[in-house]
Antibody, heavy 122, light 109 residues
């Protein structure tokens, strides 16, 4: 059973960079043809996909966030990470990591982390 | 960019059938996936590829997709089905990205 766990600071100052890590257990992050994604959810609002990475390092980002997002992978640690620069209060949200299946022209998420709340405030 | 439209809320009595719609331009040509999210919890995949159920999801959950509307149907609704439901597609246009609907709050009366 694959499990994902987000970690990182719960409080980030405006204009700084938000950094989160997702640790995958129960299987190798490199096994199978999976992508790994970050998704966020502001309080009381819907889900927003941030971006995905393949274990080769290939990435795709939400066009609305692309200029500020970097997703990377460390296969030796079975982890992937998110960096979001120049944050504002609008970036306050619960951030989820998820396993991202991309097959036959479509994508979906079959395993999710529990989520971690990141607040942007001075 | 591709837009998915869901009703903000749907109410249903226990034992009845709930139908949650997801509208999008020619959505029938895409594969639609559905997630259930209970308060304080991460989303859970309940339907993928329009109508397939992951292991462990009750047969009461089913899906369909045609034309401009995809539908998640929950039969014999139980109190435990009360949650937010989100539809999702992959937009394979030049931007290539994941799109979520705005979510529907299912209330069991």
């Amino acid at each position: 059973q694959v499990q994902l766990q987000e970690s990182g600071p719960g409080l980030v100052k405006p204009s700084q960079t938000l950094s989160l890590t997702c640790t995958v257990s129960g299987g190798s992050i490199s096994s199978g043809s999976y992508y790994w994604s970050w998704i966020r959810q502001p309080a009381g609002k819907g889900l927003e996909w941030i971006g995905r990475i393949y274990t080769s390092g290939s990435t795709n980002y939400n066009p609305s966030l692309k200029s500020r997002v970097t997703i990377s992978v460390d296969t030796s640690k079975n982890q992937f990470s998110l960096k979001l620069s120049s944050v504002t209060a609008a970036d306050t949200a619960v951030y989820y990591c998820a396993r991202h299946i991309a097959v036959a022209g479509t994508d979906y998420f079959d395993y999710w982390g529990q989520g971690t709340l990141v607040t942007v405030s001075s | 960019s591709y837009v998915l439209t869901q009703p903000p809320s749907v109410s249903v009595a226990p034992g009845k059938t709930a139908r949650i719609t997801c509208g999008g331009n020619n959505i029938g040509s895409k594969s639609v996936h559905w997630y259930q999210q209970k308060p304080g919890q991460a989303p859970v995949l309940v339907i993928y590829y329009d109508s397939d159920r992951p292991s462990g999801i009750p047969e009461r959950f089913s899906g369909s997709n045609s034309g401009n509307t995809a539908t998640l149907t929950i039969s014999r609704v139980e109190a435990g089905d009360e949650a937010d439901y989100y539809c999702q597609v992959w937009d394979s246009s030049s931007d290539r990205y994941v799109v979520f609907g705005g979510g529907t709050k299912l209330t069991v009366l």
